[in-house]
């Protein structure tokens, strides 16, 4: 199973309707607050919020960069 983490932003709409998203299509998911980011290197590397991690069950990592339903669906 692919497991899902969900960076979000406090008052991002993109982020809510990630969220709603994911809980809609019964897709389990973790969400880290960007308040609470401690890895300078994971703060650097995101460019904006939403941002979204897929991990396939072999370690190999996909990013999602804002609200791409397209491209969620494609890798979950």
Request: hydrophobic share 35%; net charge negative; with cysteine.
């Amino acid at each position: 199973m692919k497991k899902v983490t969900v960076y979000t932003m406090p008052n991002c709409v993109y982020c809510t309707r990630m969220k709603t998203w994911l809980q809609d299509h019964e897709i389990h998911y973790t969400e880290v607050s960007s308040t609470k980011i401690v890895d300078t290197n994971l703060i650097n590397s995101i460019q904006g919020f939403p941002f979204t991690v897929v991990q396939e069950e072999n370690g190999n990592e996909h990013t999602v960069l804002g609200f791409n339903v397209d491209l969620l669906q494609k890798l979950i």
